[in-house]
């Protein structure tokens, strides 16, 4: 349950110990802090969120009411005093409820009943995680399952491919340049005309390879100068036709 945190204003320790334990016995109640004076309440108030101001009128230094006119967007307000006169000019000010000294369990209850709940928390949105893509690939007369982003690099084979990945290799009947309008865009990248890999994939590479988990895989000399703009800036091009 989402709590209001309270702030009691009391100069009188008696009178806000009776406060400390009149909240502690209402659950959506939790004390943030006990001052002394107008001064300390608004070092509080600057520190930390305050839903309730408990404030007592006749204060050293500052009145409770002048310093209620001070804040420019004051906490719920619930004043305390032994002094009734004063209850037209704290409504005036907007406030929750108004208690004379001495007040019974009862109506403190009565007064924090008149508070604003509490908002409930916003419900987490539940996010769901990004599909991961994937394509069915003929091998062996089955229909096999391949994660893309499971795909260290892919190996032609004129009329086949070899798709390599950490555990396994499967063998399908494509050629490379329809292997690279299946993937997604920018994820891979032709080095040779034999080979495409997967760029997040690439441990090293040189001015005449690639190593990818362990392997080195020849770069072409006619996308040397693909491979440089796109490792090092960034930069996608379209790979020059095999």
Not at 28 to 41: K, R
Not at 176 to 188: H, K, S, Y
Request: glycine share 2%; charged share 25%; net charge negative.
């Amino acid at each position: 349950m989402h709590k209001l945190r309270c702030l009691i204003v009391e100069d009188e320790p008696i009178a806000a110990e009776v406060l400390q334990d009149y909240i502690a016995q209402v659950p959506h109640l939790e004390l943030a802090a006990v001052c002394p004076d107008a001064i300390y309440a608004l070092e509080e108030l600057q520190r930390q969120a305050i839903d309730v101001l408990f404030l007592d009128i006749h204060l050293p230094k500052l009145k409770g009411l002048d310093f209620l006119q001070t804040l420019k967007n004051p906490p719920q307000v619930i004043l305390t005093t032994a002094y009734h006169q004063y209850a037209l000019q704290g409504y005036e000010l907007d406030i929750v409820d108004y208690l004379l000294k001495p007040f019974p369990f009862s109506r403190f209850l009565k007064a924090v009943n008149k508070l604003a709940k509490p908002a409930a928390p916003a419900p987490v949105a539940q996010v769901e995680p990004p599909a991961r893509p994937f394509h069915f690939f003929t091998v062996n007369k089955q229909k096999v399952k391949v994660f893309f982003d499971e795909i260290l690099y892919i190996e032609s084979l004129k009329e086949y491919v070899r798709i390599h990945t950490p555990d396994k290799q499967w063998v399908t009947q494509l050629q490379l340049g329809e292997m690279e309008d299946l993937l997604p865009a920018g994820a891979f990248l032709r080095i040779h005309r034999s080979f495409l890999v997967a760029v997040e994939k690439i441990e090293a590479f040189s001015a005449t390879e690639v190593t990818i988990n362990g392997q080195a895989l020849p770069i072409g000399r006619s996308y040397k100068e693909l491979i440089k703009l796109r490792l090092i800036t960034g930069e996608d091009n379209s790979a020059p036709s095999p």
